[in-house]
C-alpha cells in the first residue's frame, strides 16, 4: 500500500473579509482553479500577507521580514511549506527549510507559513486531504458562532470566487 499523500500546488489568490465574523480569510487556488482553500487568520497575519502581496515596503522590517532576513543571512532557505491538516476546525503547516544539505521541518501556523512562502518565493502546497476536509465545515454564521462543522453553501461560494472578486486587501 503506498502511504504516499497527493500534494496540491496552490498559490495565494487573494484575501477577504468573512462578511459574518470580520475575520480576514486568505484564498488559495491551484493553477488549474480546480481546488480552492480558503484559510480564516488573523488580523495581523493577514497585514504580513498583504503587504508582501501589494509589495508594500516598509520602513522597518516586520516580524516576517525579520526571519526572512536572518534565514538569509545564515544560509538557510525555505524550500516549501504544506498545508498538512484540518483538525477541529484549525489548519496546520509545516515550514520546509534546507541548511547545509539537510532538511528541517517547522510546525507553522498556515498564516505564518504562508507568509514567510510569499517572502522567499517558495511554493505553497495542501495535502489534497485537507480540500476534502474543507469541504465539509460549515460556514455559517450560526455554526461559526456554535463552532459546528458540517457543509454549507458558503465553501462553495468561497470556491467559485475569482482573484477580481477580492479587489485590494486594505489595512
Known amino acids: 500500500m503506498d502511504n504516499k499523500k497527493e500534494l496540491i500546488k496552490m498559490e495565494v489568490t487573494g484575501l477577504t473579509i468573512d462578511p459574518f465574523t470580520s475575520m480576514p480569510i486568505v484564498i488559495l487556488k491551484d493553477a488549474a482553479e480546480k481546488y480552492a482553500l480558503p484559510i480564516w487568520i488573523g488580523l495581523i497575519e493577514a497585514s504580513a500577507i498583504a503587504t508582501e502581496l501589494e509589495k508594500i515596503q516598509l520602513s522597518r522590517p516586520m516580524t516576517h521580514d525579520l526571519l526572512k532576513n536572518i534565514l538569509d543571512q545564515t544560509g538557510i532557505t ?9 483538525s477541529d476546525n484549525t489548519f496546520y503547516a509545516q515550514i520546509y527549510l534546507k541548511s ?3 532538511e528541517l521541518i517547522m510546525d507553522s501556523r498556515p ?5 514567510m512562502a510569499l517572502r522567499s518565493k517558495a511554493p505553497i502546497f495542501v495535502e489534497k486531504a485537507v480540500i476534502e476536509k474543507s469541504r465539509k465545515i460549515d460556514l455559517s454564521k450560526e455554526a461559526l458562532e456554535k463552532g459546528e462543522g458540517k457543509k454549507q453553501k458558503w465553501t462553495e461560494i468561497l470556491e467559485n470566487l475569482s482573484p477580481e472578486d477580492f479587489g485590494k486587501y486594505k489595512m
Do not use: F, N, P, W
Open 100 to 102: 547545509q544539505g539537510k
Open 111 to 115: 498564516s505564518d507559513a504562508i507568509a
Open 78 to 86: 525555505v524550500e516549501k511549506i504544506l498545508v498538512s491538516d484540518l
